[in-house]
């Protein structure tokens, strides 16, 4: 089993930033595709971006102002988020694939006021 904690995540006025970091623990032998979703209420999961095999991928409404990068020795998943804007308002949820299988974190809150 792996497990996820993330962290990062708060309530920020529209414009600032918050980095989120997610930690993988646990029965980790290669993790390949990490990455992040996010769920606003009323509206259904997307993923935000994802980072594996050499290649980057983020949605377009965050193109530009998200990045996401990861730290291969600390099984760290990081997405910096810049320029946030109130329709960035959800939880978001970090992701990673080992063994064909994908592992979840709890969530983080983010909110971003006008």
């Known amino acids: 089993q792996v497990q996820l904690v993330e962290s990062g995540g708060g309530l920020v006025q529209a414009g600032g930033s918050l980095r989120l970091s997610c930690a993988a623990s646990g029965s980790i032998f290669r993790l390949n595709a990490m990455g992040w979703y996010r769920q606003g209420t009323g509206k259904q999961r997307e993923l935000v971006a994802r980072?594996?095999?050499?290649?980057?991928n983020y949605v377009d409404s965050v193109k530009g102002r998200f990045t996401i990068s990861r730290d291969n020795a600390k099984n760290t998943v990081y997405l910096q988020m810049n320029s946030l804007q109130p329709e960035d308002t959800a939880v978001y949820y970090c992701?990673?694939?080992?063994?064909?299988?994908?592992?979840w974190g709890q969530g983080t809150q983010v909110i971003v006021s006008s």
């Open positions: 992701y990673v694939q080992q063994l064909g299988r994908d592992y």
């Open positions: 980072i594996g095999g050499g290649t980057t």
